[in-house]
């Protein structure tokens, strides 16, 4: 079993900045791809980024890219997403998941492909 837990999430101003944090522990060693996903109020989640266990590999949704960076240091078992110039439509819940399978093998961006989610963090950016 691994257990995820988001911090980090807050109201931020649109153009403002927010780094989310996801720290792991239990059996870290299982751990593959991450991602990152979030879920509107009556929307689908979406996948917002997700990245490789070495970090070599990164997947982005065209609507954070250029704006949100995702990183792990696996010393810390620890995720980021670092999330700049937030707009309104950033306003969600934020998860934090892993697989137990490696990067190259799952469709990164799918929910069912995350084997362990966090209890989620709240973004809200105001306009």
């Known amino acids: 079993q691994v257990q995820l837990g988001e911090s980090g999430g807050g109201v931020v101003q649109a153009g403002g900045s927010l780094r989310l944090s996801c720290v792991a522990s239990?059996?870290?060693?299982?751990?593959?791809?991450m991602g990152w996903f979030r879920q509107a109020p009556g929307k689908e989640r979406d996948i917002v980024a997700a990245?490789?266990?070495?970090?070599?590999?990164?997947y982005y949704a065209d609507s954070v890219k250029g704006r949100f960076t995702i990183s792990r240091d696996n010393a810390k078992n620890t995720m980021y997403l670092q999330m700049n110039s937030l707009k309104p439509e950033d306003t969600a819940v934020y998860y934090c998941?892993?697989?137990?399978?490696?990067?190259?093998?799952?469709?990164?961006?799918?929910?069912?492909?995350?084997?362990?989610w966090g209890q989620g963090t709240q973004v809200t950016v105001s306009s």
């Open positions: 998941a892993t697989s137990s399978r490696p990067f190259a093998t799952v469709q990164y961006d799918a929910p069912r492909s995350y084997d362990y």
């Open positions: 239990g059996r870290t060693f299982s751990m593959y791809a």
């Open positions: 990245i490789s266990w070495n970090g070599g590999r990164t």
